[in-house]
């Protein structure tokens, strides 16, 4: 079983019964962190001092308040950990349930619980798979990841919709592409990517969209 575990957790109620909850299992240390910067840093510090976490489980979203955070969620947290320090293990706990963004974040985690009814059980069961070397998604979250119409975008895609939600016009973004070397860069084929996409998700403006996709939580 794992030995020391930091939970990367924002709400005081569910860091309790986490930490009794992984205790009770037999982990002998829990470590909690209320923010990502500081769980980044906690992981940082114990690599350094060669005493690592052996597990990290990570909520995807973080309230904000008066501090200035480089790392603002779960997600980022996860992907940046993954390249800097990819031994250490990681179980996404948490409440969403979006297939799009799900697909994208088990790529690169170890597993994924959705919080619910049978969330500790599930967790649990996640627990024991990725210390095993396997991966997990709890059965909720396989069974959505399973429907055929889950959408699914490239990192072009998502470019494009990340920079028209912030205000780009279609010329701006052809110029950031062609500063960046990102292809195909031109005008033309950007247009030709939103008529696609408009279609796939039966949209008929791009503001309707880029709120499709926000809501979605694709972006």
Sequence with gaps: MFKKVLVAE???AVNSALKKFLLGIGIQEVVHASYCDEAYLKCKKAHLEQSPFDLLICDL?????????TIRSGEELALIL???IPET????HSIEDQPGR???IIS???GYVCKGRNGMNHLEQAINHVYQGKTYISPDIEQTLQQKNVKELSD????ILKHLSQGYTQDQISSRFREQGLAPFSKSSIEK???DLREEFGANTNPQLISIVITLQLI
């Design 61 to 69: 979203s973080f309230r904000q308040d008066h501090r200035d955070e």
């Design 193 to 195: 990517k939103l008529k």
């Design 82 to 84: 993954k390249k800097e």
């Design 10 to 12: 924002d709400i005081d």
């Design 89 to 92: 293990k990681i179980i996404i």
């Design 108 to 110: 690169y985690v170890d």
């Design 102 to 104: 799900v697909k994208k």
């Design 156 to 159: 072009y895609d998502l470019s």
